[in-house]
């Protein structure tokens, strides 16, 4: 019986992590990788995080069947990539090929054959809808080396929007009732003074996408929504999600991932936010969970009143809650977040809850050596 969330087609089973030494080569990739390389501090924090989900990979993988590519390179490869800004699977698989500094990170000996772009791809598809991206991010808070930099009481939360893989070509009635593009490979439609909604429309690409406008002098575009919700003393994500890309989606999350990361605790929290998430729903909220509303204030019908803002703490927060803005940065300019090149709600939340798994692991040579 193939376990809940595979979906690729034959039975597989997990693949050896184990490096091979090399039978003709007098190369040691060890030895060629410099003692002050920062990827060693990452390396040496994400292996023992790898080791600590054995029993999760092991339950991904049939007993028999073909041998498939090995979890735990998987994910150090899409890290390469999230901190490479590698722009494909493709390019991804030919610096792995050449590239010493990879080949050492993944795992991979001198002479261990590299595998094919659409195989590493499927391999990792596995991964998408299994939680893995999640229970890695949990995992590499819990590495002693990186929870001593963690707040326990004091948090911020934002959302940004994350472009979808899909055109406004793709956004077409749900009835069908709208005029097709003209023929061929980018077939051509005007959509001046037609109206289109969500209600109404879905794209054809990726029916998870949902049309949305950043301001009212941006274009509407099909987006998802990433959520992050940080630690107040040095800016490292505690939580992370993606949601479809709604008026409400940012309190929602923010509101599911204070649940997360502190479950059923009496324990009085911080939790910073901007002036989109000051509703009296939402700090009514906050505050039957334990957690004290940070919340920047409107100017005209906040729901945060004097007996928050008086505080010094308020003000700290206020101040601190601008660093989850470092995260989105580093995911969209470095991590390929200002646009998701896979389609679907579940991928989009893997690959975002991934990339901000890294941003913490690209945080830590310096944490650590400035501690």
């Not at 376990?3 to 091979?20: C, K, N, T």
């Not at 008026?247 to 599911?256: C, F, P, Q, T, V």
């Not at 913490?360 to 400035?370: S, T």
């Amino acid at each position: 019986m193939i376990p809940f969330g595979l979906h690729v087609e034959g039975a597989r089973i997990r693949g050896s992590d184990e490096r091979s030494g090399s039978l003709f080569s007098y190369v040691d990739i060890e030895q060629k990788v410099p003692a002050k390389h920062p990827l060693r501090v990452i390396k040496a924090i994400v292996d023992d995080v790898l080791v600590s989900l054995d029993a999760e990979f092991e339950s991904l993988y049939e007993d028999t069947g073909r041998q498939s590519i090995a979890p735990e390179r998987l994910l150090r490869a899409s890290l390469l990539q999230a901190f490479y800004s590698v722009r494909s699977e493709r390019q991804l698989m030919e610096q792995i090929d050449y590239n010493l500094l990879f080949r050492w990170f993944v795992g991979l000996g001198i002479d261990d054959a590299v595998w094919d772009h659409s195989t590493f791809s499927k391999n990792r598809d596995r991964l998408l809808d299994a939680d893995v991206a999640a229970k890695f991010l949990e995992a590499v808070l819990r590495h002693p080396k990186v929870k001593r930099f963690l707040s326990d009481d004091h948090f911020s939360v934002d959302g940004t929007l994350v472009e979808a893989w899909a055109s406004l070509k793709s956004f077409r009635a749900k009835d069908g009732s709208d005029e097709p593009p003209s023929p061929g490979r980018n077939g051509e439609r005007q959509f001046h003074g037609e109206k289109r909604a969500n209600d109404t429309h879905e794209s054809k690409t990726d029916p998870d996408a949902k049309l949305f406008r950043k301001g009212n002098s941006q274009p509407a575009k099909l987006y998802f929504m990433g959520h992050a919700m940080i630690e107040n003393r040095h800016g490292l994500v505690v939580q992370a999600d993606a949601t479809q890309a709604t008026g409400k989606a940012e309190r929602s999350a923010a509101l599911a991932m204070v649940d997360r990361h502190d479950p059923g605790s009496e324990r009085r929290l911080t939790l910073a936010a901007d002036k989109g998430y000051d509703t009296s729903d939402f700090v009514a909220d906050l505050r039957q969970k334990c957690v004290t509303p940070h919340v920047a204030a409107k100017i005209k019908g906040s729901a945060i009143d004097g007996r928050t803002t008086r505080h010094e703490g308020y003000r700290v927060s206020q101040r601190k809650r601008k660093l989850v803005e470092e995260a989105f940065g580093w995911g969209k300019t470095i991590a390929g977040m200002a646009k998701v090149k896979v389609r679907g709600l579940a991928s989009v939340r893997f690959k975002f809850t991934f990339a901000m798994a890294a941003y913490n692991l690209i945080r830590m040579p310096r944490l650590l050596a400035a501690a």
